[in-house]
């Protein structure tokens, strides 16, 4: 291998080297094609295969091929006019709800560390708990730090300092969002109860690891592997957790879980989009919202409480007409349209606040709020201000926004 081959394959991530390579196998040793492949051959493809796959899986093919003929210096197929038709065509006629992973609640969570913290106990005193102890650790801070399983798997000792009683700080050389490769530090707080840093050091220490992986195999006579956890045995362990611990439906969990797990419950506690987004490392507001699940999901709560304050007396709710003015500007020239973004916010942001907009340019807009006291329409505009910025600011922009009240003169910016 070349140097230049060495860093190029450096600057790929393992998995999605190995869904590219898969993609390119089942392209040509199971479905018979040919590489490099022509755009027909690559619609044919799809085609015969838009009923067994989902939309994601299909699209992860596409950008395997595409990744392929890039590197080859051939022409990319996958681009083709004719393509994106077909991969469109698949989307409405074969739709599917997105599987996602159950979130675990923090009840549950309790009831898992409770039930190893038992393990914990009945251990022999001369036999080290190593197992329980690194479940323990695991679930902790996977919940605590909303962390993937690969990221809990890339968790290294020297790269981990503790806080006794206030915290631990924990640097990843690299994550999914982290497109510049400089790596990024997260912190997790030392608990009065389910505390990631006390199971950390207890794991650690147990396990005298100073060094290395953090998450690591343990055989049967309770040696530790050199290496990390796949993420597919991280999965494992948090299913097995959920079984022992006496959940029901353990196979609908993952390690997504704990992502979803504490984004619902962050959520739950009333933080902002904004905070939940910079605490877990979310750089877009759309990756954020999949995975939080409202307290009250069939609004069931939300209802009743209506029918019972309609009967018992009028409601409280008020809707207060408000005036947006919008200013966007390109961070470089690589930006390709303000227009997209600015109707982006328009449907995202401004579509549930009866719209209006009052010019041509799309720089300044009626929106109509219903809040039950000032402190919410705060809460409300507050959250709106920062899906727009996250909005413009993942799309190169640079945004100016203010909200004014005109009856009053109030502005929020």
Request: proline fraction near 5%; hydrophobic fraction near 40%; charge should be neutral.
């Amino acid at each position: 291998m070349s140097s230049i081959d060495h860093y190029i394959r450096a600057g790929t991530r393992a998995n999605t080297r190995k869904a590219y390579q898969g993609a390119v196998r089942h392209f040509e040793d199971e479905w018979g094609g040919f590489l490099p492949a022509t755009a027909d051959s690559v619609a044919r493809y799809l085609v015969d295969h838009a009923r067994a796959h989902s939309l994601n899986t299909l699209r992860q093919r596409l950008a395997g091929l595409a990744a392929w003929h890039l590197e080859q210096g051939f022409p990319d197929p996958t681009k083709a006019p004719h393509v994106k038709k077909v991969l469109k065509g698949i989307a409405e006629l074969h739709p599917a709800p997105e599987k996602r992973a159950r979130p675990l609640q923090l009840v549950q969570l309790t009831a898992i560390v409770s039930h190893l913290d038992q393990q914990i106990a009945r251990q022999d005193t001369h036999r080290l708990p190593l197992q329980p102890l690194r479940n323990k650790a695991l679930m902790l801070i996977g919940f605590w730090r909303a962390f993937r399983s690969d990221e809990l798997g890339r968790l290294h000792a020297e790269h981990i300092q503790v806080e006794p009683g206030s915290g631990m700080e924990i640097y990843l050389p690299r994550t999914k969002s982290d497109r510049s490769g400089q790596g990024r530090y997260f912190k997790a707080p030392a608990l009065r109860q389910l505390c990631p840093v006390e199971a950390y050091l207890e794991w650690t220490n147990a396990a005298q690891i100073k060094q290395g992986p953090v998450f690591r195999a343990i055989n049967r006579w309770g040696q530790l592997a050199n290496e990390a956890l796949h993420p597919n045995s991280i999965i494992t362990i948090v299913r097995s957790c959920c079984q022992a611990a006496g959940i029901e439906g353990s196979d609908a969990f993952s390690s997504h879980s704990l992502r979803r797990g504490f984004a619902s419950w962050a959520n739950g506690q009333r933080w902002d989009t904004k905070s939940l987004m910079e605490y877990v490392g979310w750089r877009d507001v759309h990756s954020a919202m999949r995975y939080i699940d409202a307290p009250d999901p069939f609004a069931q709560h939300r209802i009743e409480q209506s029918l019972e304050g309609h009967q018992a007396a009028p409601s409280l709710a008020q809707s207060t007409l408000l005036e947006v003015t919008l200013r966007l500007e390109r961070y470089n020239s690589q930006v390709r349209s303000i227009k997209k973004v600015r109707e982006l916010i328009e449907r995202v942001c401004f579509a549930n606040w009866a719209m209006a907009r009052l010019n041509e340019q799309g720089t300044q807009y009626h929106i109509t709020i219903t809040h039950d006291s000032p402190e919410h329409l705060d809460e409300v505009l507050d959250e709106l201000l920062a899906q727009m910025h996250a909005l413009a600011n993942d799309h190169q922009c640079m945004l100016e926004a203010t909200i004014m009240n005109p009856a009053t003169g109030t502005t929020w910016d």
